[in-house]
Nanobody, 126 residues
Framework: QVQLVESGGGLVQAGDSLRLSCAPSGRTFSTYALGWFRQAPGKEREFVAVITWSGGRTYYADSVKGRFTISRDNAKNTVYLQMNSLKPEDTATYYC??????????WGDGRLYDRWGQGTVVTVSS
């Protein structure tokens, strides 16, 4: 079973940068992609970005395009979310999640992801 561990959250000021990490462990051969989602207090969970595990294709939410970059290091079995030019509205708990092979649908549908990490909190002050 795949387990996910996120790290890298913290308190920063608007305009600062943070890099989140997600390290899946366990049986990952059925993982097709790994995505980042976030949930702000009182709001619904929203899609942030996703990367396919083998081909490295990336997709982003419009709200973070141009500011966030998702990448992977296969040697370290880790996926990163580099967040630049952070805004107060980026404040949320960020979760990574795995999408298994053979599941079809839009990247942003969280119901199509089967394993979730515990989340890491990002707070951006104005």
């Amino acid at each position: 079973q795949v387990q996910l561990v996120e790290s890298g959250g913290g308190l920063v000021q608007a305009g600062d940068s943070l890099r989140l990490s997600c390290a899946p462990s366990g049986r990952t051969f059925s993982t097709y992609a790994l995505g980042w989602f976030r949930q702000a207090p009182g709001k619904e969970r929203e899609f942030v970005a996703v990367i396919t595990w083998s081909g490295g294709r990336t997709y982003y939410a419009d709200s973070v395009k141009g500011r966030f970059t998702i990448s992977r290091d296969n040697a370290k079995n880790t996926v990163y979310l580099q967040m630049n030019s952070l805004k107060p509205e980026d404040t949320a708990t960020y979760y990574c999640a795995t999408r298994p092979s053979g599941v079809f649908g839009i990247w942003g549908d969280g119901r199509l992801y089967d394993r979730w990490g515990q989340g890491t909190v990002v707070t951006v002050s104005s």
